[in-house]
């Protein structure tokens, strides 16, 4: 796409690769481990910088993700690639998120000593 060109652009990129939506398209990211993922969305977020108009906004919805029972929060380090990328941060909207995949196992169960993730964000950059 050419520079400068777009006047909005709306992202809602897979969580790293908590879900995968493919088994063998080498493109999807939902198939990168965590640290590759974070390298694709560093080369994503300087396309979206290209591309987008000044004065236009660039909006990501992405949440955090839980790792043996711990929080890695996927969502701010991807906010801190736009920002490392140029953009600024306009907005964090914080959208609620219930019923995920797992959470009727987690709610259940009685032995869990964390609490689960419900909410995820909208992030909306600015160049
Ligand atoms: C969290 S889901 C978002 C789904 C979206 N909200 C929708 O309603 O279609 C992430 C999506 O990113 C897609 N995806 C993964 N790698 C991609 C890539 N390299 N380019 C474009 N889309 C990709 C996945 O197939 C999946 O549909």
Same mark, same amino acid.
């Given at each position: 796409m050419p520079d400068n060109s777009v006047d909005f652009i709306f992202a809602h990129p897979?969580?790293?690769?908590?879900?995968?939506? =493919?088994?063998?398209?080498?493109?999807?990211? =939902?198939?990168?481990?965590l640290e590759e993922f974070l390298d694709q969305m560093n080369l994503f977020s300087k396309e979206c910088f290209r591309i987008l108009k000044e004065d236009k906004y660039c909006a990501v919805l992405i949440g955090d993700i839980r790792k043996n029972k711990n929080v890695f929060p996927l969502g701010f380090y991807i906010m801190n690639i736009f920002i490392q990328t140029g953009f600024t941060l306009k907005e964090i909207i914080i959208k609620e998120q219930h019923n995920c995949k797992r959470t009727s196992y987690w709610s259940q169960?009685?032995?869990?000593?964390f609490y689960l993730l419900a909410h995820e964000y909208i992030f909306v950059f600015k160049i």
């Open positions: 897979p969580y790293a690769n908590i879900i995968k939506y =493919s088994k063998d398209i080498k493109e999807d990211l =939902s198939r990168l481990e169960n009685v032995n869990r000593d």
